[in-house]
């Protein structure tokens, strides 16, 4: 046996070779090579090949790495990531197999990398690692994904950060040239029934990847920092994660992405101070909250069973006589208090630049008795910005408070490393739908991102508008759904309250949780067309569904539930009025169906109670 070991690595090492290993399932397969200095890798799923050969390479200072003339197996173990996180479902429990290859220049004096490869039962992820003992300058690493066929794709347009409006279009008219692409990128292979979602994970010390498209599909690329940035020590790259399922109900389950991030601290994971909860939200129904309406919102919130409220921009400007806007909010903060209602902060991130008025203005936050901070416009996620974001997240948990990042980049899983990160926005959301800025979304739009942006970690879009000259054609039935569908462990909610108390969903509304124990993405679902999702807290079922562009009758089987009996309220579109609903409630059971139809831009939701 030990001859076969060593005869085994020296081929390994040899120019030209190729080996493939397999998922745990083995339903992906991941072959890599060096061939002809090039150090390549393609992908399989089930047996179809959706994936040629790909370039993998690394550039620093005036060195490409990628030209191997030995490419080493150093190791190939099984394990397992257990924990639990918020968001789709509590308990993550995902088997993988974990490669490392060494690679090396043909001098053998040269710098010696590393690639490491996890393969999940749902996906492949890829980082290059090496150390350096002196100043480096790094220009980044560069994967490349060489596509076969002609799949749809679901990319973000119009927008150079996180904030794109989502579309789908065939892979070959997705323009090339210079134009980046903010990931997270979804395909689909009709033909094939293949989903594939390209991002990234666990992006700390790094620039953040966007992508762009070639002529033969897509490759990463740092443009943040298109002239290098310098490090000395150790440099890992972040995961390029490649999401490979033939199902939706997977796709939107995939945990790759926290699986892939370090496990928290004993102290943060155990941390009673870090909460789930819904709030309530000025900004968007009446913008600048004024001081004098503070009572009004604590109070509603209340009324509403509300955990929180959130004091968004306006409050740097209140001033009275003798006292400044800190003594100001402490007023509010503490009036919330005896209501029960928790308060977050607005701040603009300009005010937390250098790490002295970071820690000025954080310790500010927790004196006057806030427990979460909101931080918005956030500058492109070059390497000091995503350093930045790091050292917000480490000096709020030594704070205990909990974080929204807003105006941000795309989350890449280190909400498991930082639990009290609680949302990040990242996503063009309800913002994007409001008369004042005369902004306006498709519908395709939302049901396009549960399956791309929100599929790699829980967005803040800030949900459910019941204002009938806010709507713009969405209805209410679909405004219901959206909280439901678009998960946020803090979901800060949009709408004026006096929209939501007296509404005939009312009780739907104080009901729907923030995370969840279970997801199912449920048959009728189509990505671009429609999404049907079944979440499930204790025993309690929420479904949600929203329309796209065009009406939609379907048949909800409930076979989902468990074994009992249930009452459920069910919620359609009313016939004639996108600012009413039709509601009914009756008894179901697992054997049970229930048929509903949906408006353009319309939407159903129940609410399953175990009776």
């Known amino acids: 046996m030990k001859h076969l070991v060593i005869v085994l690595l020296t081929l390994l090492a040899l120019p030209g070779w190729a080996q493939m290993f397999t998922s745990p399932n083995g339903d992906i397969s991941f072959t890599v090579r060096s061939l002809k200095g090039e150090l390549q890798y393609k992908l399989n799923y089930k047996e179809k090949e959706v994936m040629k050969w790909s370039p993998i390479t690394f550039k620093?200072?005036?060195?490409?790495?990628?030209?191997?003339?030995?490419?080493?197996?150093?190791?190939?173990?099984?394990g397992v990531e257990a924990y639990q996180t918020f968001g789709n479902h509590t308990d993550v429990n995902l088997p993988y197999r974990s490669l490392t290859f060494r690679l090396k220049d043909k001098d053998a004096k040269s710098q010696t990398f590393y690639l490491d490869v996890k393969l999940f039962n749902t996906g492949v992820a890829c980082r290059l690692r090496t150390t350096f003992k002196d100043e480096t300058l790094i220009l980044g690493d560069q994967f490349d994904w060489n596509l076969l066929g002609n799949p749809e794709v679901c990319y973000p347009i119009k927008h150079k950060r996180y904030e794109g409006e989502y579309i789908m279009e065939s892979l070959t008219k997705v323009a090339t040239g210079d134009e980046i692409i903010c990931p997270p990128v979804t395909m689909h292979w009709k033909d094939e029934q293949?989903?594939?979602?390209?991002?990234?994970?666990?992006?700390?010390?790094y620039s953040g990847m966007l992508l762009k498209r070639t002529n033969e599909g897509f490759a990463s690329v740092l443009p943040r920092d298109a002239k290098g940035w310098k490090m000395t020590g150790e440099v890992i790259s972040p995961w390029r994660v490649t999401v490979l399922t033939d199902d939706l109900n997977e796709l939107m389950n995939c945990d790759l992405f926290t699986a892939l991030c370090d496990a928290p601290s004993a102290a943060l994971k155990s941390a009673d101070w870090i909460k789930p909860g819904r709030s309530a939200w000025q900004w968007w129904a009446v913008d600048a909250p004024e001081f004098d309406d503070q009572h009004y919102w604590y109070d509603k919130a209340a009324e509403l069973g509300f955990e929180y409220y959130l004091?968004?921009?306006?409050?740097?400007?209140?001033?009275?006589?003798?006292?400044?806007?800190?003594?100001?909010?402490?007023?509010?903060?503490?009036?919330?208090?005896?209501?029960?209602?928790?308060?977050?902060?607005?701040?603009?991130?300009?005010?937390?630049?250098?790490?002295?008025?970071?820690?000025?203005?954080?310790?500010?936050?927790?004196?006057?008795?806030?427990?979460?901070?909101?931080?918005?416009?956030?500058?492109?996620?070059?390497?000091?910005?995503?350093?930045?974001?790091?050292?917000?997240?480490?000096?709020?948990?030594?704070?205990?408070l909990m974080v929204d990042f807003h105006g941000c980049n795309k989350p890449t899983g280190l909400n498991r490393t930082y639990p009290h990160e609680m949302t990040?926005?990242?996503?063009?959301?309800?913002?994007?739908?409001?008369?004042?800025?005369?902004?306006?979304?498709?519908?395709?739009?939302?049901?396009?991102?549960?399956?791309?942006?929100?599929?790699?970690?829980?967005?803040?879009?800030?949900?459910m508008v019941?204002?009938?000259?806010?709507?713009?054609?969405?209805?209410?039935?679909?405004?219901?759904?959206k909280p439901i569908i678009f998960t946020s462990p803090l979901t800060h909610y949009a709408d004026y309250p006096m929209y939501y108390i007296g509404h005939p969903a009312e009780d739907i509304i104080k009901a729907i949780p923030t995370v969840w124990d279970e997801t199912i993405v449920l048959p009728g679902s189509t990505l671009g067309e429609t999404v049907i999702i079944a979440r499930r807290s204790g025993d309690d079922w929420f479904v949600g569904a929203m329309n796209g562009d065009k009406e939609k009758e379907l048949s909800l089987n409930l076979d989902f539930l468990g074994e009992g009996e249930y009452e459920a309220v069910l919620i359609r579109d009313h016939h004639k009025f996108t600012a009413q609903i039709k509601r009914h409630e009756q008894g179901v059971n697992a054997k049970s169906n229930v048929s509903f139809k949906m408006r353009k831009a319309g939407g159903f939701v129940a609410w399953i109670k175990k009776k």
């Open 194 to 205: 293949v989903y594939m979602l390209l991002s990234e994970a666990n992006l700390v010390d």
């Open 311 to 400: 004091i968004d921009d306006g409050w740097r400007f209140w001033k009275q006589p003798g006292k400044d806007k800190w003594t100001l909010l402490k007023e509010c903060i503490d009036y919330g208090k005896t209501k029960g209602v928790q308060s977050t902060i607005w701040v603009h991130s300009k005010y937390l630049k250098s790490p002295e008025e970071q820690t000025a203005f954080l310790k500010k936050v927790k004196d006057v008795g806030a427990v979460g901070i909101k931080i918005d416009f956030f500058p492109a996620e070059s390497y000091k910005v995503v350093n930045w974001y790091e050292r917000i997240l480490k000096e709020t948990a030594e704070l205990e």
């Open 60 to 78: 620093y200072n005036d060195k490409l790495i990628g030209d191997q003339s030995s490419v080493r197996l150093l190791s190939n173990k099984d």
């Open 466 to 481: 019941f204002n009938p000259y806010e709507l713009f054609g969405n209805t209410w039935a679909k405004e219901l759904a």
């Open 424 to 463: 990040r926005e990242g996503v063009r959301g309800q913002e994007w739908h409001i008369s004042r800025f005369k902004r306006l979304l498709p519908p395709a739009h939302d049901v396009i991102i549960p399956f791309t942006r929100l599929a790699v970690g829980y967005g803040d879009y800030t949900p």
